[in-house]
């Protein structure tokens, strides 16, 4: 089961009496290990009725297992790093599998028994096999923007905020899909808003960090509009930051396939609701991305595209260095853009 599907299992109560949890999105694993105690441990008792090993023996595993809980129905052991499930050189202590794999036949029903890894676990051992059979399987990988967008609505709702779809999708593309970051910048909006409720896209744009990704489509909307001194610096501003050049390569590449393939959309007349769909993009930003594609003819931007392209493979192959590669391509494409035959209607 993915998150949102564990997150509705605690809702309705219908706890089992064993996980794994799995996956790189670590803040809403954290969030979903938290719930689980708030959901099963007696407040006030919730230590009594906790126990966390690292990677334990079978017998330490069970004798906490067994263990009565004080004053409550439940208790919970956390079972962090587990070598029979995470993917260490270390091989496989068959005793040891058996063991534990034959106590989760009948694990005590006063207990829930989490096993917490970081990142992905093994599948090919034994235990995920066992777990899988369960269905106790939770897996946290990254949320799409879709997942991500509905996340940072309801977290909004729990602040007391509301946050429409069309502004979730823009938060989202303005600080990235990292859960931690998200509510990170969620909470400034919220202290940023006061006593306002509703969230705008002034709001986000006033007050939140933006990701690699949006300062990308930012500096591709200054060049097109012949903001060259905006452009440079908003490059300026991600190389300061950290960010390498070949990434702001990749990303510049993709803007432009999207403008591209945005103006060829524009040309075969397609409903702008089918575009952001077509192109991968939020619904947001149709309106922008349109604007910029009007600029210039299906040729210009297929040039752009294709210099892009060429680029990349060039400095991949070895062909040509990577030193100010992203400078370089800025010029570049100021000369393919604004040489002859600019304009949409040529």
């Given at each position: 089961m993915n998150h949102t599907a564990f997150f509705d299992v605690l809702k309705a109560g219908n706890i089992g009496e064993c996980y794994l949890f799995e996956g790189n999105e670590e803040y809403i694993k954290q969030s979903a290990l938290k719930q689980l105690y708030a959901k099963l441990l007696p407040a006030g008792l919730e230590e009594m009725n906790l126990t966390e090993l690292n990677d334990p023996d079978p017998d330490?595993?069970?004798?906490?297992?067994?263990?009565?809980?004080?004053?409550?129905?439940?208790?919970?052991?956390?079972?962090?790093?587990?070598?029979?499930?995470?993917?260490?050189?270390?091989?496989?202590?068959?005793?040891?599998?058996e063991a534990i794999t034959e106590y989760l036949a009948h694990i005590s029903p006063s207990t829930c028994i989490v096993f917490y890894v970081k990142g992905?676990?093994?599948?090919?051992?034994?235990?995920?096999?066992?777990?899988?059979?369960?269905?106790?399987?939770?897996?946290?990988?990254?949320?799409?923007?879709?997942?991500?967008?509905?996340?940072?609505?309801?977290?909004?709702?729990?602040?007391?905020?509301?946050?429409?779809?069309?502004?979730?999708?823009?938060?989202?593309?303005?600080?990235?899909?990292?859960?931690?970051l998200l509510r990170q910048e969620m909470e400034k909006l919220a202290s940023y808003l006061d006593a306002r409720e509703v969230v705008t896209a002034?709001?986000?744009?006033?007050?939140?960090?933006?990701?690699?990704?949006?300062?990308?489509?930012?500096?591709?909307?200054?060049?097109?509009?012949?903001?060259?001194?905006?452009?440079?610096?908003l490059l300026r501003d991600m190389i300061r930051a950290g960010e390498q050049r070949m990434m702001i390569l990749a990303m510049l590449l993709r803007q432009y396939r999207i403008l591209?393939?945005?103006?060829?959309?524009?040309?075969?007349?397609t409903p702008a609701n089918a575009q952001a769909q077509l192109l991968g993009i939020p619904p947001f930003s149709v309106n922008r991305t349109q604007q910029q594609a009007r600029r210039?003819?299906?040729?210009?931007?297929?040039?752009?595209y294709d210099y892009l392209m060429d680029l990349d493979y060039r400095i991949k192959q070895?062909?040509?260095?990577?030193?100010?590669c992203a400078e370089n391509a800025l010029l570049a494409l100021e000369n393919i853009l604004r040489g002859s035959d600019a304009g949409a209607h040529h």
């Open positions: 330490s595993l069970i004798a906490a297992a067994e263990t009565l809980p004080f004053m409550g129905e439940k208790r919970i052991v956390v079972v962090r790093e587990c070598s029979l499930i995470t993917s260490g050189r270390k091989s496989e202590d068959e005793n040891k599998a992905k676990a093994d599948g090919r051992k034994k235990l995920y096999t066992l777990l899988k059979k369960k269905n106790a399987i939770v897996d946290f990988s990254p949320m799409n923007d879709a997942e991500c967008a509905d996340w940072a609505r309801k977290t909004m709702r729990r602040m007391g905020k509301q946050l429409d779809s069309e502004n979730a999708g823009r938060l989202v593309f303005t600080v990235g899909r990292d859960a931690a002034e709001d986000i744009d006033a007050i939140c960090t933006r990701s690699t990704e949006c300062t990308v489509f930012q500096m591709v909307d200054a060049q097109v509009a012949g903001n060259i001194d905006t452009t440079f610096a591209y393939h945005m103006r060829c959309l524009l040309d075969e007349r210039f003819s299906r040729k210009k931007l297929r040039e752009a070895g062909h040509i260095p990577q030193d100010n």
